[in-house]
């Protein structure tokens, strides 16, 4: 049985399915989407051995075609060369027939796969299938879809929504550790940014959640995927600034992935780092307790998450913070926490505030 949830849009709306060992009835989904003709699964060759033949065989028996296109691991995949590659596949294939994308993978095949979806033939239908914790959270929903140049990461991209986002639990088991934190921590902001209770319980349930428990699996991406898609309903296309509180601990934290080079941390690790930072800097204006800000760095830390910034001095963060287009020069704007569960975006913070507050992670 799975858990549904809806997203609201003006033009589509769409609905996310959540639960444990569903893989197998997404074929059954689909058919009730009205969708026909061929799947394009586009998804990593580990992730087709995996649960390519389960994908398949539901497809299959309800009547679908599904051919498989596969693209290499890690974010150089989401890069223009591997894009118009897989257009050109897609347009040999695609001759007198009907077709839709299913993005099998993390967000790496996910917004590569949106992106492909959005523009071939000016859209075609497309469905999420997130496997890693931190798609099934946060990347597969809202209709982000993007590659990356060389100057930066996705930075040529469109809005385009899923017909359906589809996030079995059960695939998480194979994951690694390491990813697994990486999601927890973006599941610990959505705890801080809106919901004190799935904050607790996130914390309650640490051990479990690092052996992947299904069942508590199963309730984190089903409250993390309702707050994702309350905030996109408000605000689609990130014009109305309601998106912003979903950068809680993102402002430092993309600095401090960019000053890594992308190596050092992953991206829920950097996360953690400016959530932190971000912890810090609302207890030094006022908004949050000392006591709060270690209850949040307490979970981080029992998560395994990084503890302090290693590798990269304050210069280099501040400097790849100030390139940040989400970080108004001369207006530093940042979403600060009042409490574990609310948040507040405040402009003008003193940028000798933000500075200590970096320092002191360092
Ligand atoms: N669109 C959005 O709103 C949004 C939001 C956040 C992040 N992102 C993007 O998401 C990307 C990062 O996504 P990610 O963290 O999921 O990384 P990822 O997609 O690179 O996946 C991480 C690794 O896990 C492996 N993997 C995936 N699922 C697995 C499974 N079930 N079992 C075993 N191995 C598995 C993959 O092969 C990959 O090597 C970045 O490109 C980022 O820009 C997009
Ligand atoms: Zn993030």
Redesign the pocket.
């Known amino acids: 049985m799975a858990l549904q949830l809806k997203v609201n849009l003006r033009d589509q709306g769409y609905k996310i399915m959540i639960g444990s060992n569903i893989l197998q009835n997404i074929g059954a989904e689909l058919k009730a989407l009205n969708l026909a003709g061929d799947a394009i699964v586009i998804t990593?060759p580990?992730?087709r051995k995996?649960y390519g033949k389960t994908l398949e065989k539901s497809l299959t028996v309800q009547g679908f075609g599904v051919t498989f296109f596969e693209v290499p691991?890690?974010?150089k995949s989401?890069s223009a060369k591997t894009y118009v590659g897989l257009l050109e596949k897609i347009a040999k294939h695609d001759v007198n027939k009907n077709i839709f994308v299913v993005a099998l993978?993390?967000?790496?095949?996910?917004?590569l796969s949106g992106f492909v979806a959005a523009t071939y033939r000016r859209g075609i239908p497309y469905i999420q299938v997130p496997?890693?914790l931190?798609?099934q959270i946060?990347?597969a929903i809202?209709g982000?879809?993007?590659i990356d140049l060389a100057v930066g990461?996705?930075l040529v991209g469109a809005f385009y929504q899923p017909k359906l986002v589809y996030s079995d639990v059960s695939?998480?088991s194979?994951?690694d550790k390491r990813?697994i934190r990486?999601g927890l921590a973006e599941a610990v902001k959505y705890g801080v940014i809106s919901d004190r209770r799935l904050f607790d319980y996130i914390a309650r349930n640490v051990s479990l959640l690092l052996n992947s428990d299904p069942k508590i699996l199963t309730e984190i991406v089903y409250q993390c995927s309702r707050i994702k898609a309350r905030v996109v309903e408000q605000d689609e296309k990130e014009t109305k600034g309601i998106r912003t509180i979903l950068n809680f601990g993102h402002t430092v934290g993309h600095a401090v992935e960019a000053a890594g080079k992308f190596k050092l941390y992953h991206?829920g690790e950097s996360v953690a780092l400016g959530m932190r930072v971000a912890a810090e800097l609302s207890v030094r204006l006022k908004y949050l307790t000392a006591k709060e800000a270690a209850v949040l760095g307490g979970v981080l830390s029992d998560i395994g998450l990084p503890e302090k910034i290693k590798g990269m001095k304050l210069p280099a963060i501040l400097a790849h913070m100030m390139h940040d287009k989400k970080f108004k020069s001369g207006k530093p704007r940042f979403v600060l926490a009042t409490g574990l569960g609310t948040v507040k975006v405040v402009e003008g913070i003193p940028l000798s505030d933000i500075k200590s507050a970096i320092q002191s992670y360092l």
């Open positions: 990593h580990i992730l995996l691991e890690g974010e989401k993978g993390g967000g790496v095949v996910g917004d496997t890693t931190l798609a946060d990347s809202g982000k879809t993007a990461k996705n695939v998480l194979t994951l990813q990486n991206h």
